[in-house]
T-cell receptor
Framework: QKEVEQNSGPLSVPEGAIASLNCTYS??????FFWYRQYSGKSPELIMF????GDKEDGRFTAQLNKASQYVSLLIRDSQPSDSATYLC??????????FGKGTMLLVSP | DTGVSQDPRHKITKRGQNVTFRCDPI?????LYWYRQTLGQGPEFLTY????????KSRLLSDRFSAERPKGSFSTLEIQRTEQGDSAMYLC???????????????FGPGTRLTVL
């Protein structure tokens, strides 16, 4: 059973701070990792993906992957109230389908 | 590139009725996926197509559910004899497979919210 675990939150941070969102996965064969943002009542929106160990930066977002620890994280720098949403971690275990975590709710207060 | 579209956006039906949803993927995307999402949960995979071939179905997809992608373009998901437990957001996603399917990036449509009374 492939599992993806996320803290449900909410994670509360003040505007301008760094938000750190974490995700662990159970399948060691997992090959690609995705972060989606989902506003309430809306569909998931892709933020970024990462395949290799290490860090990948895209604007205010940085994804970090540690395959040995089966851990992936998303850092959001200079958090804005508009970043308040649920962040979904998704893992592809080498097939074609994604296994999602339940998501972490992020609240950025002005 | 107009993105993934889904129709209808909302559907309210009575228990026992049949419903059908449509998904139009991003043009030229060869893979199309259906997911279901309930409140407080992440999306759960239901089935996916590469072109017109249905390649995988989740055990979540009971025999009341059927999906088609007849010409490798749009897809339909039909639920027969709906039950209250079918109430959920039904999400469609598409991707373009360039090589390794494990690196496919899936883009989601707006979803169809189903309420079964």
């Amino acid at each position: 059973q492939k599992e993806v675990e996320q803290n449900s939150g909410p994670l509360s941070v003040p505007e301008g701070a760094i938000a750190s969102l974490n995700c662990t996965y159970s399948d060691r064969g997992s090959q690609s990792f995705f972060w989606y943002r989902q506003y309430s009542g809306k569909s998931p929106e892709l933020i970024m993906f990462i395949y290799s160990n290490g860090d990948k930066e895209d604007g205010r977002f940085t994804a970090q992957l540690n395959k040995a620890s089966q851990y992936v994280s998303l850092l959001i720098r200079d958090s804005q109230p508009s970043d308040s949403a649920t962040y979904l971690c998704a893992v592809n275990a080498g097939y074609s389908t994604l296994t999602f975590g339940k998501g972490t709710m992020l609240l950025v207060s002005p | 590139d107009t993105g993934v579209s889904q129709d209808p956006r909302h559907k309210i039906t009575k228990r026992g009725q049949n419903v059908t949803f449509r998904c139009d993927p991003i043009s030229e995307h060869n893979r199309l996926y259906w997911y279901r999402q309930t409140l407080g949960q992440g999306p759960e995979f239901l089935t996916y197509f590469q072109n017109e071939a249905q390649l995988e179905k989740s055990r979540l997809l009971s025999d009341r559910f059927s999906a088609e992608r007849p010409k490798g373009s749009f897809s339909t998901l039909e639920i027969q004899r709906t039950e209250q437990g079918d109430s959920a957001m039904y999400l469609c996603a598409s991707s373009l497979t360039r090589g390794s399917p494990s690196t496919d990036t899936q883009y989601f449509g707006p979803g169809t919210r189903l309420t079964v009374l």
